[in-house]
């Protein structure tokens, strides 16, 4: 027997346990509460440490999304060894490393570089022992200086720039032409390796 239209199905089935498989979520203000709870004693953990870890200024991805300025994973071998730290010592004042991240242009390192040491400019590291205070803990005056436990800052996406003329030099670029000159030098390297060998060895054999 078949059915058309959108006719009623027959024997129907309403004598199902459906309130044992119903979904609530009566929970909801408990668990948010805890999480709060959780949250302010971590944060008395922590001590007069910075609430979150220094991560790196990366750009978005894509072209839609490169304009902007976002936080990364960490910080490259690069960048924390041009700012004067070491890689084990990053990781113990709350800076974070990645190892697998590459630095691809050097304005993008330099931001970073000076992130890192603005932050180890305001660094304050309590020594364990008092009496005994190691070479990268802070002494005097550092330990009695008001401190903030909110972490630096990210930088503004660009700079802006006051209006002005266009100058005739501006006017006379060719970008594109400029960008496909240099794709096909990139693309061509190769190439042009391999005739300048071919002609270093026709002329050593010429000199035989």
Known sequence: MTFGHNNALPANHFRKDWQRRV?????????????????????????????????PAVRAQTVRYNTKIREGRGFTLAE???AGIGRKAAKGV??????????LSEEGKKINVDRLKAYKAKLVVFPRKAAKPKKA?????????????????????????????????????????????????????GVRKIRQLKKEEEEAAKKK
């Open 23 to 55: 979904k609530t979520w009566f929970n909801q203000p408990g668990r948010k509460l805890r999480r709060r709870q959780a949250r302010k004693a971590k944060t008395a953990a922590l001590g007069a440490r910075p609430l979150t870890l220094l991560r």
């Open 80 to 82: 924390i060894k041009e």
């Open 94 to 103: 709350g800076i974070v490393v990645d190892h697998r991240r590459r630095n």
């Open 137 to 189: 803990d802070s002494t005097g005056d550092d330990l009695t200086a008001p401190t903030t436990r909110t972490n630096l800052a990210l930088p503004p996406s660009f700079t802006h720039e006051a209006p002005r003329a266009i100058t005739a030099e501006e006017r006379n670029v060719q970008a594109y032409r400029t960008l496909r000159h240099e794709h096909a030098w990139h693309k061509n390297a």
